[in-house]
């Protein structure tokens, strides 16, 4: 395994490695990269390969434009479809300025400091995802249909999926993630790819490469591969259904096995809900998230349950480690970064503060009357409001990288 300088230049040297992207993410989740030769490898990690933060949708302006990329090692896996004339390998980045302080508006140092806050507070956090999206055909007049009349669960002929999922997952296992089931969704040309569970920080390094996979494989296919929140009208949307898992002192708060939750782990979700609508412009960032909140599986009502899939949190069913609550409301167009920080100290707030969980909602909420139940915002408008008076937003992101976001 990677994990160190010294191992990633070892394997640059063995490998015959010709390029060496750097890659991370803008202040809204877009992936970006630059790519050097080997002979800079010992340079970027010494001091980092400057860049014009001011073309950086989201990051500074002229008057301060320098920031520096800093390559991690843990993050070094190949690139299969680029490796063909020579092996490609990638980096992820942390982000710092010319003085070597850690750039405020990165999301992976965001999310490192709310993992400092769980570690002060004795607590570690896994999280993991399930990521839906869409593959279309376009047409000859430059618009797209889906690739298929598919529906949950379906198999070949009505799955045209099952040959392209099957190519991603084998590149992610190429580069490192570990897929973990794939079939094909509700909706007509819809899918779905699951990865094995991992640190927050890992998993929110996961999504990104994750997106870049399936639109990368999906292309190279001939198709499209969408990842809006609702692509096609009337269809079910594009979930990314967050899984945490909270340990402390090496023991899973959720994994009570006489099926009485401890206070710490009913505090985590009452804290969640509390702040989920002033979090919802960071983790439905889309006009069209909230077409997709309230139908077909997603939430709209601030509710809470064991299994029932209608609510914002859901508690799965599940035994020994496997333990977790489910946020259903995300959707795969979140910069993973602000969104998982958003949502762990979220639930680090309600624990501190020994918030009390409301009772479960066993009812299908959907069938519930208007206002019996708080819910989301209805609107990208509504939500922003929201963030923008929201004093944990900004304690949690930064002022200015809240604004930032917002205003985007």
Known sequence: ????????AEFVRENDVKFIRLAFCDLFGELKNISILPDQLEKAFKYGVAFDASAVRGFLGIDRSDLFLKPDPTTMS?????????????????ICHPDGTPFEGSGRHILSKVKQRAASMGYTADFGAECEFYLFREREDGSAEPLDRGGYFDVFPKDRGENVRREICGTLEQMGLCPERSHHEHGPGQNEIDFRYDGVSETADNIVTFRWVVASVARNNGLVASFEPKPVPGESGNGLHVNISLKKDGVNIFAAEDGNMRED???????????SAEMCAFTAPREASYARLGTCEAPRHITWSRGN???????PYAFGESKRIEVRNPDCTINPYL????LLNAGLEGIARGEALEPECDENVYLAPEG?????PATLAEAKKLAEKSEFVAATLGADVAAGFLKG
């Open 1 to 8: 395994m990677v994990s160190t300088q010294r191992d990633v």
């Open 78 to 94: 190949v690139v299969p479809w680029r490796s063909l004339g020579g092996v490609v390998i990638r980096m992820i980045c942390d």
């Open 265 to 275: 782990a009913k505090s985590f979700i009452a804290g969640i809900l509390n702040r």
């Open 309 to 315: 899939r209608s609510q914002l949190v859901r508690v």
């Open 339 to 342: 969104a998982f920080a958003l």
């Open 372 to 376: 019996k139940y708080p819910t989301l």
